[in-house]
């Protein structure tokens, strides 16, 4: 796994990620994202629903690009990093590689944006999650 991400969780492959194929399906990723995320906040003490200020996170894009077929019981490993931070938004880049052969199997990002979810509205970052974040 590329040395960038400082973060790093492991998930193993269950039958609910299995498809017609034989093989994880392609939503189960955005699914795998997701869990790495929370993991990454949780760490920081954070969470999706509360980054500071209670700011949550609301996702805006998202891309994924499938680099070779992931099995039933295989381990993963799943690394997280922030990039672009700025105001009211940021990225997490994701590195996904099957632990048994060390083969990077997916990379993406998801674009999320600050968000107040009692007024509806997008909000800026709270200082206190950038301190976190700079500094990791």
């Known amino acids: 796994m590329n040395e960038n991400f400082k973060f790093q969780t492991s998930f193993t492959v269950r039958i609910g990620d299995i498809n017609y194929g034989g093989h994880m399906g392609n939503d189960k990723f955005l699914l795998l994202f997701q869990d790495a995320r929370i993991r990454f906040l949780a760490t920081k003490g954070f969470s999706e629903?509360?980054?500071g200020d209670q700011i949550g996170l609301i996702m805006n894009e998202a891309y994924i690009r499938?680099?070779?077929?992931v099995f039933l019981g295989d381990e993963l490993s799943v690394g997280v990093k922030i990039t672009?931070?700025?105001?009211?938004?940021f990225k997490f880049e994701y590195e996904v590689e099957r632990i048994s052969d060390k083969k990077i199997v997916a990379a993406g990002f998801t674009g999320m944006v600050a968000f107040n979810y009692e007024k509806r509205k997008i909000a800026k970052i709270p200082e206190v999650f950038k301190a976190v974040i700079e500094n990791f």
């Open 49 to 51: 629903a509360n980054i």
């Open 66 to 69: 499938y680099q070779a077929e």
């Open 84 to 89: 672009e931070l700025a105001d009211i938004r």
